[in-house]
């Protein structure tokens, strides 16, 4: 009776890592950024992938910005862990991924770097 | 099933949610207030009493966006039911999973906050969640590892909440219409795998009609849903997001017997715009009307609502086809003395109209609204429709001349029978990611706009208390309730608008913001949400 299938609106994604480093000025950018990661693609939906050293669900202070200015794109919000480790282990399951660091934090920028992850960073500086 | 080893997945909420309100939807707009005046153990009892339930606890009658997701579970096979929230202790043993709805978890939605923010106490409906929450029953599920899973209009909240979404140890929040996810989430929570921490479902991945399951038992005062969706698209509203669908007829009515077959006898027509049922874009069509209504009246026993209609659909088709005044001489009058509806005003300016609401009049231009407005009151009280109307103060680019529009429109409004009530502007829509109305932009026009709307609601809420509503005898203690309650607001008129003057002009110390710091640096901020379960859709 019940389906096998995983969470369908998680199918036909877009991928998207997204380093929290700590709250940030410039949260709209992000979103912004976000949204047309998905949307260059003809995707209408999107799988966040968030690895965040301020856990969960404190990350909320910046993803829900993202959520919050978004309208048409159905969004699954995960938290996959809050060390570089957790961030390698995104990397290497993802497929095609769209990511973006949120402030400022070298050690998961060089994670990225060394995964020749192409990256956009958003801080409140910029 | 497993009925006598109980439940599985536990749906539920607190009991401003789980409440028939003593019948009247009306008295559910208490439950999103403090107490005032009375103990709030009797605004409680006045506002939210307690349902009838089986053995098991599940209630007789529930919130109809948590039926549908119980239809969708249980038609896929979950052992899954609604059980009211004082009997989940009953199922402890047997769930896996708690799922949770709500229409304003935290009182940041309208009409709490304005309530909130007037009075500086706590809403009762945020009261109520809490002490849900922290309860042994629910703190015992989770201890045992059951995941807890929230949902509903009020979703949102939760991303302003991440003190209490942590303290709670909520598992999932999904935002937006469930049918279509949550049959993948539950039994991902079941297999014990990871969820996601927040879903929010798009438009694309809304359910079409044949996706939408009939209720399997019945809702809150025979609500039930005759379109989803909205073509007006103003800019403050997120229903206006989702595509427009039209539930068949056949669907209407079956959910219809199930209530009656559970014992409610009346029904609430709910959608934004009822008069749009199939209509012909914004222009309503009698033919679809008539047979809705028609066969409506004949398939229940009891009295009919509306939940939402249009000003602008109100004047069309009475104007057009004498449409209202068939619908009501001809189906609804004769069995019942009024129609309650809510309907939205917004603004009483031209300008700030053709800004944020430009289809809001049509099929009338927006250099009409006014006219629109005034004769669509003028209808509804020819014919015995009894209007509760939002007015929303704050909207982004309004200026003080938009309130003195509004002010004199609602001045104009006076010899209509009905209750007009402010909502603070809220980030919604297209407009979502503007800020929030904060208490802080209360202007002395708005004051104006406030007293004006406290004075006409007031005059009108007692002559409807003594002609029209609950004249049944056995709601004649709830009927004294409400006019002891009526009496207090009046004796303390003189209060009010010192005190909001106060406000306006900075001279009062800032109450408890209902919302933390990113989103309301300081005062009240509340948004609206319209969607399956809220209280203007419950």
């Given at each position: 009776?019940?389906?096998?299938?995983?969470?369908r609106?998680?199918?036909?994604?877009?991928?998207?890592i997204?380093?929290?480093?700590?709250?940030?000025g410039?949260?709209?950018?992000?979103?912004s950024?976000?949204?047309?990661?998905?949307?260059?693609?003809?995707?209408?939906?999107?799988l966040?992938?968030?690895?965040?050293?301020m856990?969960?669900?404190?990350?909320?202070?910046?993803?829900?910005?993202?959520?919050?200015?978004?309208?048409?794109?159905?969004m699954?919000?995960r938290?996959?862990?809050?060390?570089?480790d957790d961030?390698?282990r995104?990397?290497?399951?993802s497929?095609?991924?769209?990511?973006?660091?949120?402030?400022?934090?070298?050690?998961?920028?060089?994670?990225?770097?060394e995964?020749?992850?192409?990256?956009?960073?958003?801080?409140?500086?910029? | 099933?497993?009925m006598?080893?109980?439940?599985?997945?536990?749906?539920?909420?607190?009991?401003?949610?789980?409440?028939?309100?003593?019948?009247?939807?009306?008295?559910?707009?208490?439950?999103?207030?403090?107490?005032i005046?009375?103990p709030?153990?009797?605004?409680?009892?006045?506002?939210?009493?307690?349902?009838?339930?089986?053995k098991?606890?599940?209630?007789?009658?529930?919130?109809y966006?948590l039926?549908?997701?119980?239809?969708?579970l249980?038609?896929?096979?979950?052992?899954?039911?609604?059980?009211?929230?004082?009997?989940?202790?009953?199922h402890?043993?047997t769930?896996?999973?708690?799922?949770?709805?709500?229409?304003?978890?935290?009182?940041?939605?309208?009409?709490?906050?304005?309530?909130?923010?007037?009075?500086?106490?706590?809403?009762?409906n945020?009261?109520?969640?809490?002490?849900?929450?922290?309860?042994?029953?629910?703190?015992?599920?989770?201890?045992?590892?059951?995941?807890?899973?929230?949902?509903?209009?009020?979703?949102?909240?939760?991303?302003?909440?991440?003190?209490?979404?942590?303290?709670w140890?909520?598992?999932?929040?999904?935002?937006?219409?469930?049918?279509?996810v949550?049959?993948?989430?539950?039994?991902?929570?079941?297999?014990?795998?990871?969820l996601?921490?927040?879903?929010?479902?798009?438009?694309?991945?809304?359910?079409?009609?044949?996706?939408?399951?009939?209720?399997?038992?019945?809702?809150?005062?025979?609500?039930?849903?005759?379109?989803?969706?909205?073509?007006?698209?103003?800019?403050?509203?997120?229903?206006?997001?989702?595509?427009?669908?039209?539930l068949?007829?056949?669907?209407?009515?079956?959910?219809?017997?199930?209530?009656v077959?559970n014992?409610?006898?009346?029904?609430?027509?709910?959608?934004?715009?009822?008069?749009?049922?199939?209509?012909?874009?914004?222009?309503?069509?009698?033919?679809?009307l008539?047979?809705?209504?028609?066969a409506v009246?004949?398939?229940?026993?009891?009295?009919?609502?509306?939940?939402?209609?249009?000003?602008?659909?109100?004047?069309?088709?009475?104007?057009?086809h004498?449409?209202?005044?068939?619908?009501?001489?001809?189906?609804?009058?004769?069995?019942?003395?009024?129609?309650?509806?809510e309907?939205?005003?917004?603004?009483?300016?031209?300008?700030?109209?053709?800004?944020i609401?430009?289809?809001?009049?049509?099929?009338?231009?927006?250099?009409?609204w006014?006219?629109?407005?005034?004769?669509?009151?003028?209808?509804?009280?020819?014919?015995?429709?009894?209007?509760?109307?939002?007015?929303?103060?704050?909207l982004?680019?309004?200026?003080?001349?938009?309130?003195?529009?509004?002010?004199?429109?609602?001045?104009?409004l006076?010899?209509?029978?009905?209750?007009?009530?402010?909502?603070?502007?809220?980030?919604?829509?297209?407009?979502?990611?503007?800020?929030?109305?904060?208490?802080?932009?209360?202007?002395?026009?708005?004051v104006?706009?406030?007293?004006?709307?406290l004075?006409?609601?007031?005059?009108?809420?007692?002559?409807?208390m003594?002609?029209?509503?609950m004249?049944?005898?056995?709601?004649?203690?709830?009927?004294?309730?409400?006019?002891?309650?009526?009496?207090?607001?009046?004796?303390n008129?003189?209060?009010?608008?010192?005190?909001?003057?106060?406000?306006?002009?900075?001279q009062?110390?800032?109450?408890?913001?209902?919302?933390?710091?990113?989103?309301?640096?300081?005062?009240?901020?509340?948004?609206?949400s319209?969607n399956?379960?809220?209280?203007?859709?419950?």
């Amino acid at each position: 009776m019940r389906s096998k299938s995983g969470l369908r609106l998680e199918e036909n994604s877009k991928e998207v890592i997204l380093v929290v480093c700590g709250p940030i000025g410039n949260a709209d950018r992000l979103a912004s950024e976000v949204g047309l990661a998905v949307a260059r693609e003809r995707l209408r939906r999107a799988l966040i992938k968030v690895v965040s050293p301020m856990g969960s669900p404190n990350y909320m202070e910046v993803v829900r910005t993202v959520i919050h200015n978004n309208i048409g794109i159905t969004m699954s919000v995960r938290f996959m862990g809050r060390t570089t480790d957790d961030l390698r282990r995104v990397v290497k399951s993802s497929i095609n991924p769209a990511a973006f660091i949120a402030g400022n934090c070298p050690e998961y920028e060089r994670v990225l770097i060394e995964s020749g992850i192409k990256y956009l960073v958003v801080d409140g500086g910029d | 099933m497993g009925m006598s080893k109980g439940f599985e997945i536990v749906i539920t909420s607190d009991r401003t949610m789980m409440s028939n309100h003593h019948g009247k939807e009306f008295l559910g707009f208490m439950a999103t207030g403090p107490a005032i005046g009375i103990p709030e153990r009797l605004w409680m009892w006045l506002a939210a009493p307690k349902l009838k339930v089986d053995k098991l606890g599940r209630p007789v009658e529930a919130p109809y966006g948590l039926r549908k997701v119980e239809a969708v579970l249980q038609n896929a096979g979950f052992n899954a039911a609604v059980i009211d929230p004082d009997h989940i202790h009953k199922h402890l043993d047997t769930m896996k999973v708690l799922m949770v709805g709500h229409h304003d978890f935290f009182a940041y939605g309208p009409p709490s906050c304005e309530w909130w923010m007037m009075t500086g106490k706590e809403p009762v409906n945020r009261v109520s969640f809490r002490r849900f929450m922290n309860s042994p029953a629910v703190r015992e599920a989770k201890r045992r590892g059951v995941k807890i899973i929230m949902g509903g209009p009020a979703a949102w909240q939760w991303l302003w909440a991440l003190e209490e979404w942590r303290r709670w140890g909520v598992d999932c929040v999904i935002d937006g219409e469930a049918e279509l996810v949550v049959t993948d989430v539950v039994e991902k929570a079941l297999n014990g795998e990871p969820l996601p921490d927040y879903i929010y479902v798009g438009p694309a991945d809304s359910p079409s009609i044949n996706e939408i399951p009939v209720i399997n038992a019945a809702s809150v005062n025979g609500l039930v849903e005759i379109m989803r969706g909205c073509p007006r698209g103003c800019k403050f509203c997120s229903v206006t997001l989702r595509p427009l669908r039209f539930l068949p007829l056949e669907h209407i009515l079956k959910e219809i017997e199930v209530n009656v077959r559970n014992g409610v006898k009346n029904a609430i027509l709910h959608s934004e715009d009822v008069l749009l049922y199939n209509a012909d874009g914004v222009k309503p069509r009698p033919e679809p009307l008539i047979k809705l209504h028609e066969a409506v009246m004949k398939a229940m026993p009891g009295s009919l609502s509306w939940a939402h209609a249009s000003l602008a659909a109100i004047k069309y088709a009475e104007d057009k086809h004498r449409l209202i005044s068939k619908l009501m001489n001809e189906y609804i009058l004769p069995r019942q003395e009024f129609l309650g509806v809510e309907v939205g005003i917004e603004t009483g300016s031209v300008r700030l109209a053709k800004i944020i609401m430009p289809a809001k009049s049509a099929p009338y231009p927006p250099e009409k609204w006014p006219e629109v407005v005034e004769d669509a009151f003028r209808i509804m009280h020819e014919n015995k429709i009894i209007p509760a109307a939002t007015v929303i103060l704050g909207l982004p680019e309004e200026k003080p001349d938009d309130i003195v529009a509004t002010l004199e429109l609602i001045d104009r409004l006076k010899p209509y029978r009905s209750l007009i009530v402010p909502m603070f502007f809220v980030p919604m829509g297209a407009l979502k990611n503007r800020d929030w109305f904060r208490r802080y932009g209360l202007k002395q026009e708005h004051v104006e706009v406030l007293m004006t709307m406290l004075d006409h609601s007031l005059k009108w809420a007692e002559e409807l208390m003594s002609k029209f509503y609950m004249s049944e005898t056995m709601l004649a203690p709830v009927r004294m309730g409400i006019k002891l309650f009526l009496a207090f607001v009046r004796r303390n008129l003189y209060r009010i608008r010192p005190a909001l003057e106060a406000m306006a002009s900075g001279q009062v110390e800032e109450v408890e913001s209902p919302l933390p710091a990113t989103a309301s640096s300081s005062g009240c901020g509340c948004r609206v949400s319209a969607n399956m379960d809220g209280r203007n859709s419950k």
